[in-house]
């Protein structure tokens, strides 16, 4: 740091000593407190503006608003006037002692005002000035940065914090008390400090430094003088005092000295520093007024990639410049010279000099220890580091030192010093280049105490630098000329002018850059310059990032190296390009490298370049010529021409194919790019069936650059009738397709069924019907009907060849089924002999209907399985007797199912359309024949419940009894617990007996036998055991008896004799018989009871009576010769199953029974259901439908 005197002023009146100085905000006038004046002077030359009076007695203090707008002074008269910018005074107010000191707001311009014995507040929009006593006198006062409080130095040795009303917040107490007064405060600037810190300086000649909150920042600073002011810079870096030493000193912020800014012949009374610059005034008692500039050396070192520089006089920051990394060294002492090197670095303070080392060898660490400590004090001009040792520069003198001080070596130069710089070596053995002011370049090693000259110039050195071989050294003079010589030979390679600086590449021995006149200039070998705009000074080259100083700055300048690259590329020198590329240069730079070698046929170079930027494609090629050179190949045209084909250069390729005689490659190469006109001129030499294959390749392109129409004509034209095929049905062109289709020959199977796989696609199934007859395949044809649902073209079909049955019925089964078409899929089922799926189909049906509560569903479901049983059991002899077995357990089902859907509504929903009495019975025909196991489905507690309500209705409170009594024994919902509790209560205020009514209607038209209304032996008769006849709606017991035939008559030769109908003669009146038989006593009406014949019928029924088991009426030739034909029903059932015969015993009761299912119902109930379901409630056969 120097301090360079920029004017200086001396007043000459009686009264001299200056008080106090003030600076306007803006830094273009200076206010001084000098006598009873304020005096105005021009910062810039010095130069007094305007005294301004207005006191009657001495001037203390000024002050400056923040502003700019207005300034104030306060004098020994005991008054404050107020100025403004333009010189003129505008206010006036008085206190009741001297004036001390005086203070602006930063924030809101009020004025702080302190005498001797108050302080006053005044602020423009107040009329009165706020006073408050004090008890001791006031020395200096400062304002917080933000304007919140005001801090005021005592006499007895406090410092005051009070806030804008003039409240004592902190009170600050020195240890010195009235024998040390407080003489000058000041409040740190920077706006980076996150605390508000005032520096305090007592006549104890202390300084010392506090927060906001009274806490002491660090120990008390010892000074030598009196301080008389404090003063910081704008940014609040560095501290100015001045006081009875008669100078300024300049210190850091932590209140470390740094140096001597101006020595003068009396005390220093006032310091200040003009806004945002390095120039100080400084106010003397004898009337001196002295500006200083502060010139602040740039105290620094580089070494590679490593940049150590003082920052705020005090610290030393190291630089990593290429990955920005900063390290901060606090050293709290003057930092004089800093040298770096590898992993040392030497730090000179006033007293020692210190030596650092890194923690550890990684290229990125930036973490420094102490190694060794130097305790002495040195003068050089120069400060170089090496692996063990110190060189001290002096003028003329060299001194290495080792980290013990011990002195090992010193030389004595012939002239001055300039240039000193480290260039490597073993540990301890370092060498160093030296440039003296005799123009003499010197190498000197560490170890050795003979300095070797390399050169002997005629003009003062000013910059070196030695090539990374050592073979070359470039030196910078005194006139700014570069000049390049080989060390070995002395010879002078080149030289350029406007140079300040040079480095050679660390990573390339024949690069160089310089810098000079705002240039930046880089030169390979003797290729000419190439330049770019550039600040500084060139201090390193590595690789491609050059570190380039300006001002106090270091940057690492990304440069990249395309120039000399492309000097190197015009001289086909292409590993010397390649070596310059690796410094770096952009991706395009590789790419022209890697072209550009390719071409000349350098492919060790061009493949390098080309994995630098990935890509694929030319290493293939490279690689795929390297194998081709292995195997003997040695035609460079030939390798060119394929490089000029890969560039795109096709016209180029194809001449070197010609020349090479080799026409084919140029061929396959137009045609693979479509320029089937340049192909033409090579297909005539060469092989004949190139034209076709050209010919496909254009159609190719046509189909590829969407013209399917011009592509499908070439391939048919050159026979290439599948692509053409796919192309057309692509497109569906349909008309073009069966004409292609028509013209081919039937042998032609595969492209003619492509064309009928089209049609199929495009729903032309007439032209795909058409193709498949002309090839001939009926399988193909009956897939096409059967997937386009054209049922009767494929049954023609079948009709035709029986082999095919499979392939029509199964899947025309599947789709009736799919579209609940179930008996029509049946039927298509057996016709493709696949019953068991017809079967499994239905079970699946009849499974989901019984699960799903679809009871009525899944009776007939299981009526068409019984019936589906009796077919196979007709077609098949093996199983005959398990189909039989199955028919009548199915039927079984089919009919509980069907009663049980009427419970089961009953149950669960609000309303019924059921008549009681058919409730009634039915529940009865249902636990009748619920004696064995229960089917799935099926509730008994829904059946038991609804019989006990229909009972309790129609007067059966006995059998209403019975079925409560029943379904407490039962778990019953709990939906039907409160009404069957209530029912169950009900019931036995009733008489324990049924309706005679309803017992009437259970007697046996056999042998007239009143039955129980629930009988546990099934729906039979209790005395002659013969199976009751239900309707099949109202489930009541219908007049019919079921008879068989005698042994030898067929049911042709029976229903002929039936249909005779004799008629016969009552001869005599009916009268009662009474018939004893062993096991039973019974009585029947005859006719006539000599002659049996006469009834024979009724003599067959009543002869066969009585007993435990179950006899049969079996009637002769004689006794059906004599029945009448409305009075039979005959059950036709399809063979293997017998017919079964009824007889009506009431011919007046209309009995109607369904052809298809032959279920029996009242002729009336019948009709009805009919009408209502437009077919047969039970097997649901339409009433239009033939039998």
Not at 232 to 245: P, Q, R, T
Not at 426 to 441: D, F, H, M, S, T
Not at 472 to 501: G, M
């Amino acid at each position: 740091m120097r301090a360079v005197l920029a004017w200086k002023d001396r007043l000459h009146d009686h009264e001299q000593r200056i008080y106090d100085l003030a600076f306007k905000p803006d830094g273009s006038q200076l206010i001084i407190a000098s006598g009873p004046r304020v005096l105005v002077y021009d910062t810039t030359d010095g130069t007094l503006i305007q005294p301004l009076k207005g006191h009657k007695d001495t001037v203390y203090c000024v002050a400056y608003a923040k502003d700019g707008k207005r300034f104030a002074s306060g004098s020994a008269d005991k008054s404050i006037i107020i100025w403004t910018s333009k010189l003129e005074g505008i206010l006036k107010y008085t206190h009741n002692d001297s004036i001390q000191c005086v203070a602006y707001n930063p924030v809101t311009h009020q004025l702080a005002s302190c005498s001797c014995g108050d302080f006053g507040l005044w602020s423009p929009e107040q009329k009165s000035v706020n006073k408050h006593k004090v008890s001791s006198r006031i020395t200096c006062c400062g304002w917080t940065n933000d304007g919140q409080y005001l801090a005021l130095g005592m006499m007895n040795g406090v410092v005051s914090i009070r806030n804008k009303n003039g409240e004592e917040k902190v009170k600050i107490e020195r240890p010195g008390g009235s024998s040390s007064p407080i003489w000058s405060i000041a409040w740190n600037p920077s706006k980076d400090e996150h605390n508000d810190i005032l520096a305090v300086a007592d006549w104890g000649r202390k300084l010392s430094f506090y927060q906001l909150s009274g806490k002491q920042i660090g120990k008390d600073r010892t000074l030598t003088y009196d301080p008389c002011c404090v003063s910081y810079f704008s940014k609040g870096e560095y501290i100015i005092m001045g006081g009875s030493d008669k100078q300024a000193s300049l210190y850091t912020k932590d209140g470390v000295r740094l140096g001597t800014i101006g020595e003068q012949n009396t005390w220093v009374w006032s310091c200040r520093v003009k806004p945002d610059s390095n120039f100080v005034v400084l106010g003397c008692q004898d009337g001196t007024i002295a500006c200083y500039q502060l010139i602040f050396s740039t105290v620094h070192g580089l070494y590679k990639d490593r940049y150590a520089y003082r920052d705020s006089m005090t610290d030393v920051i190291v630089q990593h410049l290429i990955t920005e990394q900063k390290v901060r060294i606090k050293c709290r002492e003057l930092v004089k010279k800093i040298a770096i090197y590898r992993n040392r670095l030497a730090i000179q303070l006033p007293e020692k000099i210190l030596i650092y080392e890194l923690y550890s060898d990684d290229s990125s660490d930036m973490h420094y220890r102490i190694k060794e400590k130097i305790g002495r004090k040195f003068e050089c001009n120069l400060l170089v580091v090496c692996s063990q040792h110190i060189i001290l520069c002096q003028e003329k003198r060299l001194q290495c030192l080792s980290f013990n001080s011990v002195r090992e070596k010193e030389w004595l130069m012939e002239s001055l010093i300039r240039y000193i710089k480290v260039i490597g070596g073993p540990q301890g053995r370092e060498g160093l280049l030296v440039g003296l002011k005799n123009g003499a370049i010197l190498k000197i090693f560490v170890d050795n105490p003979f300095p070797i000259t390399l050169l002997k110039l005629s003009t003062s050195v000013r910059c070196l630098d030695m090539s990374a071989s050592r073979n070359k050294l470039a030196v910078v003079d005194e006139h700014n000329t570069l000049l390049v010589y080989d060390i070995n030979t002395k010879e002078l390679l080149f030289q350029e002018p406007n140079a300040n600086s040079v480095a050679w590449n660390t990573q390339c021995e024949d690069m160089l850059c310089f810098s000079g006149n705002g240039y930046l200039n880089i030169k390979a070998s003797n290729f000419p310059l190439h330049q770019q705009k550039m600040q500084g000074f060139v201090v390193g080259y590595n690789g491609s990032r050059i570190f380039c100083l300006h001002v106090y700055s270091m940057s690492a300048v990304e440069v990249p190296q395309s120039a000399p690259m492309y000097q190197y590329l015009e001289k086909r020198m292409f590993t010397e390009a390649y070596q310059i590329a690796c410094l770096g240069v952009t991706d395009n730079d590789w790419r022209d490298l890697a072209t550009e070698a390719l071409e000349g046929l350098d492919f060790d170079t061009a493949k390098k370049a080309f994995i630098r930027i990935r890509d694929l494609r030319y290493l293939e090629l490279i690689n795929s010529i390297e194998e081709r050179k292995k195997r003997g190949e040695n035609d460079n045209e030939l390798f060119l021409a394929d490089v000029y084909a890969y560039q795109g250069k096709f016209h180029e390729a194809a001449k070197l194919y010609k020349r090479s005689s080799h026409e084919s490659r140029a061929l396959s190469m137009y045609t693979d790019l479509r320029m089937f006109e340049y192909a033409k001129d090579f297909v005539g030499s060469t092989d004949p069936k190139s034209s076709r294959m050209l010919m496909t390749k254009q159609a190719d392109w046509a189909k590829s650059s969407k013209e399917p129409r011009a592509a499908a004509e070439m391939y048919l034209s050159a026979g290439e009738h599948l692509k053409a095929i796919d192309i057309i049905g692509e497109h569906g062109w349909a008309d073009k397709l069966i004409d292609i289709a028509r013209k081919l020959d039937k042998a032609e199977r595969e492209p003619l069924a492509k064309c009928a796989l089209y049609f199929k696609r495009l729903k032309h199934h007439g032209y795909a019907s058409e193709t498949y007859s002309k090839m001939g395949d009926l399988q193909a044809l009956v897939q096409l009907h059967v997937e386009t649902h054209h049922w009767d073209e494929a049954f023609s079909l079948v009709e035709k060849h029986s082999n095919l049955k499979n392939e029509v019925y199964v899947p025309y089964a599947r789709w009736l089924a799919e579209n609940d078409r179930f008996e029509e899929a049946q039927r298509a089922f057996h016709k493709a002999g696949k019953q068991n799926e017809a079967v499994k189909v239905l079970e699946q049906l009849t499974h989901n209907a019984v699960v799903e509560n679809r009871f009525n569903d899944a009776g007939y479901y299981y009526w068409m399985l019984s019936m589906q049983c009796l077919d196979i059991a007709r077609e098949s002899e093996e199983q005959r007797d398990e189909m039989l077995k199955k028919f009548e357990s199915f039927q079984h089902l089919a009919e509980l199912y069907h009663v049980y859907h009427s419970i089961q509504r009953y149950t669960d929903e609000p309303f019924s359309s059921h008549l009681p009495e058919t409730l009634f019975n039915i529940c009865r025909f249902l636990l009748n024949n619920l004696t064995k196991d229960i089917p799935l489905g099926i509730s008994k507690v829904n059946t038991l419940y609804a019989l006990a309500k229909q009972s309790q209705k129609l007067g059966a409170y006995k059998l209403a009894r019975y079925s409560y009594e029943k379904l407490q024994q039962l778990h019953i919902p709990s939906r039907f617990q409160e009404s069957i509790e209530v029912g169950s209560l009900t019931i036995r205020s009733k008489p324990f007996h049924d309706s005679e009514d309803l017992i009437e209607g259970m007697m046996c038209y056999r042998c007239s036998t009143n039955n129980p209304l629930l009988n546990n032996q099934g729906s039979v008769c209790i005395n002659c055991r013969q199976p009751f006849i239900y309707s099949a709606s109202s489930y009541e017991v219908l007049p019919l008896v079921q008879f068989y035939l005698e042994e030898g008559v067929s049911d042709e030769e029976a229903v002929s004799l039936i249909d005779l109908e004799v008629p016969h003669v009552d001869k005599k009146a009916a009268h009662w018989q009474e018939i004893d038989c062993s096991e039973s006593q019974m009585l029947r009406m005859d006719d006539c009871v000599d002659d049996l014949e006469e009834d024979p019928f009724t003599a067959k029924m009543s002869f066969e009576q009585g007993g435990s088991n179950f006899v049969p009426v079996k009637v002769s030739r004689s006794v059906l010769r004599s029945m009448s034909r409305r009075d039979v029903l005959i059950k036709r059932w399809p063979r293997p199953i017998k017919w079964e015969y009824f007889r009506s015993l009431l011919p007046d009761v209309s009995i109607t029974m369904c052809p298809t299912c032959f279920k029996m119902f009242h002729s009336e109930d019948y009709e009805l259901l009919v009408l209502q379901h437009n077919c047969c409630p039970y097997c649901r056969r339409p009433i239009d439908e033939p039998n």
